[in-house]
């Protein structure tokens, strides 16, 4: 019963197992867990978090501020005064001190409001720069995901190529034996078969290499794999806007340089204020030990102005920092907006050049295979030569490379097109 019932048990394991490794791994799956689980988007997620913080830093200038201190202040003798030739003390030798103060900014021309803008901007820029980076991971998910799918269909090839080579061989064998062909014609089928095993165990390793890629963008184990989606497409849909300004309003990294900017002339703003008086007002409470006083304890209320009259050039370069920041951000924006449109222009190429080489590729398939099926033909009734035979191999197997390279580059071209184009 004890060996029945662990026989179940690891039969159950196994069919979960099974499974499991069976179960199809979809391309939206694999989208959905680069967002969850890509550590690079984990780890840029806190950007736009911090800057949230930034914003809450800068709006505590709207508040007062409110400082209190005490003290014990110990002295060798006590302080005193004369008064019409009578000394007396007017304060304790040892005494202890309290005070309360508040004080608030009641206008400093636009510097703390620019100060504030500013944050917001960059926290705008955090989140769009943030977006920017899981749309890079989508993209290279998605390079990953039909690679996987294309050196699958290229490893089939290269197997059947080792099949044909081998099959060749066994003809080229036989012939050889009855004397029909020479020694050459199996040395030859020996190298192309060396030469078509090689690439064979290429395509595995790549395939092995694109896994990894993939399991490292989705955040999931070196070893994890599982069957993937043979009808995945990205060619549902995709067409470039009516024009540029639709394209460049939804990529997420030029919103993020047009806050950056924006964030710029704040920050100009700012540094230009510091030029100008800061009026505000200060109200204290104070007490002090001391009982030579009538009253210990004073309340005072304070309003003034206070400008800056020289600081050694620090207000005058900063103010032409920011400026040349500014021009910087501006210059960047420019070179993205460019780089989008570009972007555009080689996608589309790509998708059209990828859908006519489909095109050519299935007819060249057929051709191919039509050719090597006359040449083992003639092979075999000895009109052919062993190398033609052996090339035309090699021309289907270049046929089936040519068409699979086609269809998965029209599949990532598309994606490509929608990043740039900002849809994906």
């Known amino acids: 019963m004890r060996n029945l019932l662990f026989s179940l048990f690891i039969t159950s394991v196994l069919l979960v197992s099974a499974t499991s490794w069976g179960a199809q791994l979809t391309l939206r799956e694999c989208l959905e867990r680069a967002k969850e689980h890509n550590p690079g988007l984990k780890a840029a997620a806190w950007t736009p978090r911090i800057a949230q913080e930034d914003i809450r830093q800068a709006s505590a200038a709207d508040y007062p501020r409110i400082d209190a201190q005490a003290g014990y202040t110990a002295q060798q003798t006590a302080q005193g005064a004369k008064l019409g030739g009578i000394s007396a003390e007017t304060q304790q030798a040892d005494y202890a001190s309290a005070g309360l103060a508040a004080t608030y900014t009641i206008y400093d021309f636009g510097r703390r409001s620019a100060r504030q803008q500013m944050a917001r901007a960059l926290a705008d820029s955090s989140a769009q720069s943030f977006e920017a980076r899981r ?34 061989r066994r003809v080229a064998q036989a012939l050889f034996e009855e004397g029909v062909v020479t020694r050459n014609d199996v040395l030859q089928a020996d190298v192309r078969l060396a030469a078509a095993r090689q690439k064979l165990l290429t395509m595995k390793n790549r395939r092995e290499n694109n896994w990894l890629q993939l399991n490292f963008l989705t955040g999931s184990e070196a070893g ?40 710029s002339n704040m920050e100009v703003r700012e540094s230009k204020a510091a030029f100008y008086p800061e009026l505000y007002t200060q109200a204290d409470l104070n ?49 993205a907006e460019s780089q989008v449109r570009l972007e555009i222009d080689t996608s589309k190429n790509d998708v059209n050049v990828a859908s006519e080489r489909i095109s050519v590729a299935e007819t060249a398939i057929r051709q191919s295979e039509e050719n090597l099926r006359i040449n083992k033909e003639r092979y075999r009734e000895r009109v052919g030569t062993a190398t033609e035979v052996l090339d035309a191999q090699t021309l289907v197997t270049q046929a089936r490379t040519d068409y699979y390279s086609a269809l998965y580059d029209y599949q990532v071209s598309t994606a490509r097109l929608k990043r740039a184009v900002g849809e994906l």
């Open 135 to 168: 749309t890079d991971v989508a993209l290279q998910v998605i390079e990953a995901y039909f690679s996987i799918l294309e050196t699958g269909k290229l490893i089939t090839a290269a197997a059947d190529e080792v099949a044909q080579v081998e099959e060749h």
């Open 224 to 263: 994890f794999r599982a069957e993937l989606d043979e009808g995945a497409t990205f060619s549902g849909g995709t067409a470039a806007p009516l024009n540029e300004n639709d394209a460049l309003s939804r990529r997420h990294d030029v919103l993020a340089l047009r806050h950056g900017v924006e964030a």
């Open 287 to 335: 007490y002090v030990q001391n009982d030579k006083a009538l009253e210990q304890t004073i309340m005072a209320a304070f309003i003034g102005i206070r400008v800056n009259l020289f600081d050694g050039f620090a207000t005058t370069a900063t103010t032409e920092k920011a400026v040349r920041n500014r021009s910087r951000n501006q210059d960047a924006l420019r070179q």
